[in-house]
């Protein structure tokens, strides 16, 4: 980046911001039981990464690329789910941060039925 004269300095978001962002996106997202437990393994894309529980970040060339492992409710339509994820998290890093989004990988883990009643499947 080059300084301007009207450059006063750099402005650097830690990758945990990106994190937070998707994290509180996701579980706000109706059809979402939680995040998978364990971090996701790591994708081919090289970049700068931030890796948490069923949340991978990687910077790269400017963009965001972000992969998602989640647990789902038994009534979500999970295909519905998926394409909801995918529009908001990447409306919420670009409208908060002002970073574009490559892409938004959704992964449905699981589905979560309480603990009471439960069915084999």
């Known amino acids: 980046m080059e300084t301007t004269p009207d450059t006063i300095g750099r402005v650097t978001i830690a990758p945990q911001v990106l994190i937070t962002i ?12 939680r995040l998978a437990d364990k971090p996701p393994r790591r994708s081919k894309v090289k970049g700068r990464r931030a890796v948490a529980p069923g949340v991978e970040i990687v910077l790269a060339d400017g963009h965001v690329n972000v992969a998602v492992h989640i647990h789902a409710i038994p009534k979500a339509n999970l295909l519905q789910l998926a394409e909801s994820l995918q529009q908001e998290i990447a409306r919420a890093i670009e409208h908060i941060v002002g970073l574009q989004v490559a892409r938004v990988d959704i992964y449905v883990d699981d589905i979560s039925f309480p603990a009471s009643g439960a069915r084999q499947l």
């Open 22 to 33: 998707v994290h509180q996106t996701t579980l706000s997202t109706e059809g979402v039981e």
